[in-house]
């Protein structure tokens, strides 16, 4: 008799499980960040006459990357134990030129400048010093 009762609890403590939440979007700035010293360091070690100036953009965009991961990782802490940053799948990038890494520059200014209004104060803050430090690489690049 008792089992006849407990019958109809079961459906009541089964909940639809949450929608996850929607991908964080200084993820994909870090990914780009990524990318972008990728592509700065492939040009730093095939051209000699800009590889002080790619360098600098690679260790700028590194320093983007990493504080946007962790960030996101603050956020939504990984599900795994490893601490290392997502890497970027695929085959080596292809060099940037001059003209690529300041359009790439161009871009990531833009989309952070574009983010600030829609996350929170401390994020605006890095938000705009990623904004700011591209705008100034380009300056330097340019």
Do not use: W
């Not at 200084?26 to 100036?53: F, G, V, W, Y």
């Not at 983007?64 to 960030?71: D, G, I, K, N, Y």
């Not at 030129?97 to 929170?120: D, F, R, Y």
């Amino acid at each position: 008799m008792l089992a006849v009762l407990a019958v109809p609890l079961v459906p009541a403590c089964t909940a639809e499980p949450k929608a996850p939440p929607p991908p964080d979007p200084l993820a994909a700035l870090a990914e780009q960040a990524r990318k972008d010293a990728a592509a700065a360091t492939a040009l730093a070690e095939s051209n000699p006459d800009l590889a002080a100036i790619a360098g600098e953009v690679a260790k700028a965009r590194t320093a983007h990357a990493t504080a946007l991961q962790a960030e996101v990782d603050r956020m939504r802490p990984p599900k795994t134990t490893t601490s290392a940053p997502p890497t970027s799948s695929g085959a080596k990038p292809a060099p940037a030129t001059k003209a690529t890494m300041v359009e790439a520059l161009k871009a990531a200014e833009k989309q952070a400048g574009e983010l600030i209004t829609t996350v929170s104060r401390y994020r605006a803050g890095l938000l705009g010093s990623v904004a700011a430090g591209c705008a100034s690489l380009r300056e330097v690049v340019a």
